[in-house]
């Protein structure tokens, strides 16, 4: 069994320390952020006591049988809001109509898994009628920010020939101009609905749900004529499990617990390209 621990800034001494708690028959340096305890020998109460460890010295753990390569994989497919972005772009343009409390209550209880997606979605979007479209051209010019090591995350796997595919319960308005900005290969989110340069509160359409984000990852994949197991699928809230069930490698970026309970890799304080070191 392998353990692959990482953080950031000057984290070398914490790395050093809670690697000499798993006595691995070996330690390899994936670059000065990120070492690997490799051949330990894995139990539930190392385990529990490497994950407490960890958590105290801000440091990402991440167990593993043998190790990945970067050529296993073909497809990186990632959800934007929380996941790729920072913010939750519905609730940054339901701030332009004063109403970001009543709107981010409801998506955390999407997120959570404690409401179903498409109602929820309904719920905010119809909140938003009468709202100037050129809001959201504030929302991206403002307010969106790409999450901390997207940008190098992303030119690594593009590099190595990876495909790219952003998913989103999110809108297209942003989807389309990411895509452009960054080179992704594929995009599919809702469409906000605008009449007479307003929103009307609807979408048009169907519904990117969970259900429908698993959908486009399978047919992405049958498109490049790979399988599911060879795309690393990321998110953060409980409409991405579906999606990240189906994947080679599943990645909970500084998720909600129960996608953290579920996926393969939790990054919970490096950025997206904490994934790299898991790629040898």
């Known amino acids: 069994m392998n353990l692959v621990l990482q953080g950031l800034d000057d984290c070398k001494a914490?790395?050093?320390?809670?690697a000499a708690l798993t006595a691995p028959k070996?330690?390899?340096?994936l670059n000065e952020r990120a070492l690997r305890c490799e051949g330990i020998t894995f139990?539930?109460?190392?385990r529990q006591t490497i994950e407490v460890a960890a958590q105290a010295a801000q440091l990402d753990a991440t167990y593993s049988i043998g190790m990945h390569k970067m050529s296993e994989f073909k497809l990186v497919a990632m959800d934007m809001d929380s996941?790729?972005?920072?913010?939750?772009c519905i609730?940054?343009?339901?701030?332009?109509?004063?109403?970001k409390p009543q709107v981010s209550e409801i998506t955390e209880a999407a997120m959570r898994g404690e409401l179903d997606f498409s109602e929820s979605l309904k719920r905010r979007v119809a909140l938003l009628e009468g709202l100037e479209a050129s809001a959201l051209e504030?929302?991206?010019?403002?307010?969106?920010?790409?999450?901390?090591?997207?940008?190098t995350m992303l030119k690594a796997v593009q590099q190595a020939g990876l495909k790219t595919l952003l998913v989103s319960g999110g809108f297209t308005y942003f989807t389309s101009?990411?895509?452009e900005r960054l080179g992704l290969d594929y995009t599919h989110a809702n469409e906000l609905e605008i009449v007479n340069g307003r929103l009307t509160g609807r979408v048009v359409g169907g519904i990117v749900d969970a259900e429908e984000k698993k959908r486009t990852v399978e047919r992405v994949c049958a498109?490049?004529?790979?399988?599911?197991?060879?795309?690393?699928?990321?998110g953060d809230g409980a409409n991405d499990l579906k999606m990240m069930s189906i994947s080679g490698m599943s990645v909970a970026f500084r998720a909600k617990p129960v996608v953290r309970e579920q996926a393969n890799v939790a990054l919970n304080f490096v950025g997206l390209d904490g994934i790299l070191p898991l790629l040898t």
Not at 91 to 99: N, P
Not at 138 to 151: F, H, I, K, N
């Open 14 to 18: 914490r790395l050093e320390r809670i």
């Open 26 to 29: 070996n330690i390899t340096w």
């Open 43 to 46: 139990s539930p109460a190392l």
């Open 83 to 88: 996941t790729l972005i920072t913010i939750e």
């Open 91 to 99: 609730d940054e343009i339901a701030d332009m109509q004063g109403l």
């Open 138 to 151: 504030r929302v991206y010019e403002e307010r969106l920010q790409l999450s901390p090591g997207a940008e």
């Open 177 to 179: 101009r990411l895509k």
């Open 223 to 234: 498109e490049l004529d790979i399988s599911p197991s060879q795309a690393i699928v990321m």
